[in-house]
């Protein structure tokens, strides 16, 4: 039997590294190739080993540091390298923000050939780490091994993990010790789970095979100290009680301990009945008022609810929202793709009224208890997608817009949208995005009407290559 050649990955040595770039990943150049690479820092000096090449670029690995940059810090995370979950946890915060600030007026000038002179520094996050309310983990057969533990006779191969996923892995797992990104009793939680399954032999989700009983856990915290806690498993079992009730004794803190049962092939809870095993079926967080710290509106947020990740951050971008919108009295808001009314309830006490248009209609239910959980009487909800409900029926019905927020998914807004608003010619478009790319995009079709008027963006996810972006929309 003939075998295969197997082709020797090309190195590049003494490769400087330049420039932060795309999905987590820094830049350099060899010759007229670019070369991206994870885990890097502006200014280091790198040898790297090619994955991928195309014409004018690759995509290769860190073999080593030659040259520390002076933008480096030491990580925090144990798992750093692996994850791929905070890519520059190694680099000095004060940079993170510059290149991410970079990130936002480079994608606005060359996408949507914005002027962007009238653009702010982006604002920085009080907290570094221990920022997010809510991280969602995962069960599996199968741990992702590093190279020394596959090549130590000591490992089996086939351990399970309680863990994040591994980028481009959809069935490895790497098992979580310790996260800094969500504030304690995070981590004691899923500690706890862990030892008590494994020491009480209850299985784990076998991806490929779709058998095991323990498949997610979700942690959900607030600013007001309160905890929700979800439990997934794939199939009823009588050992699903004794682990809850093992939970509820060692975390009496748990303000909400949930839990489903998930046949489904997916890990999607959306679609599932969350089942209130002790405590309430959701939890609280307050936010203060706009310009008025001493009051605060309430969010019930259950257990299919998208909140903003992060709490405290979310208030500054809700709050330079409202400056850019100069709100009156008077005025009629469309918050479209509105989630579970937090931005809707945050502005209607400064205006007449905020209709919120959003796709998944629980968010819906969950806006409409909010606006009656804070006494608010000035808003309207409809579920839906965005690009049918909002349509000529809609605004006759409803009246025509003095201010448009609108805060898309990942892709943006769907061209009928754009269109939409172009037809409304509402006073301003306020556009909040977590892609500058694609509302680069969008905001070339909005130009067609509305001026770029203020540029600020908020940092929410710090130690990761991802920011929110805010662009103000003048009518011309």
């Known amino acids: 039997m003939k075998l295969k050649k197997i082709k020797q990955r090309q190195r590049i040595d003494n490769l400087e590294i330049i420039e932060a770039a795309a999905e987590g990943n820094s830049l350099g150049k060899k010759d007229d190739m670019v070369v991206f690479v994870p885990f890097c820092v502006p200014g280091d000096i790198v040898n790297v080993e090619v994955e991928r090449q195309k014409k004018n670029y690759c995509q290769a690995s860190l073999i080593e540091v030659l040259h520390y940059s002076d933008k480096r810090e030491k990580e925090k995370c144990p798992h750093f390298g692996i994850c791929g979950g905070c890519k520059w946890q190694i680099m000095q915060y004060s940079w993170q923000l510059f290149y991410k600030n970079k990130q936002v007026l480079d994608n606005l000038q060359r996408i949507g050939r914005i002027d962007t002179s009238n653009a702010s520094y982006i604002i920085g996050a009080d907290r570094e780490y221990f920022y997010r309310n809510k991280l969602e983990y995962t069960f599996s ?49 899923r500690n706890f789970i862990r030892d008590y399954t494994l020491k009480n032999n209850l299985t784990y989700y076998d991806i490929k095979g779709h058998f095991g009983l323990m498949r997610n856990i979700i942690i959900r915290l607030t600013t007001t100290k309160e905890i929700m806690l979800i439990v997934c498993f794939a199939q009823k079992s009588k050992e699903i009680l004794p682990l809850l009730n093992a939970i509820k004794d060692k975390f009496p803190q748990i303000t909400s301990l949930m839990y489903c049962i998930n046949e489904k092939l997916n890990d999607t809870i959306f679609d599932q009945k969350i089942i ?33 990740t992060n709490s405290l951050q979310a208030y500054k971008l809700y709050s330079k929202a409202v400056e850019f919108a100069q709100l009156k009295r008077e005025y009629l808001v469309y918050d479209l793709y509105c989630g579970i009314g937090t931005i809707t309830n945050f502005i209607a006490p400064y205006v007449r ?117 805010i662009i103000e929309f003048i009518l011309k």
């Open 353 to 469: 009224e905020v209709i919120g248009i959003e796709q998944v209609e629980d968010a819906i239910l969950d806006a409409r208890n909010n606006s009656e959980f804070n006494g608010i009487r000035n808003t309207k909800f409809f579920a839906g997608d965005t690009e049918k409900i909002l349509d000529e029926d809609f605004i006759k019905e409803n009246g025509k817009p003095d201010i448009v927020i609108t805060d898309p998914p990942r892709a943006g807004m769907h061209q009928k949208v754009i269109e939409t608003l172009l037809e409304i010619e509402a006073k301003k478009i306020i556009y909040i995005s977590c892609n500058p790319a694609s509302q680069a995009r969008d905001s070339l079709l909005l130009m067609e009407k509305y001026s770029v008027g203020r540029i600020q963006s908020v940092d929410m996810f710090p130690q990761t290559q991802h920011v929110e972006n």
């Open 141 to 189: 057969t199968k741990s992702y091994l590093t190279k020394q533990e596959i090549q130590s006779k000591e490992n089996n191969l086939q351990k399970p993990a309680l863990g994040f996923h591994v980028p481009k892995f959809f069935d490895k797992v790497i098992d979580i010790e310790y996260c800094a990104l969500q504030e304690e009793p995070s981590n004691e939680i």
């Open 276 to 308: 209130c095993f002790s405590g309430k079926d959701h939890i609280v967080e307050k936010m203060p008022y706009y310009n008025d710290s001493k009051k605060s509106l309430k969010f019930k947020i259950g257990a299919k609810s998208f909140y903003q």
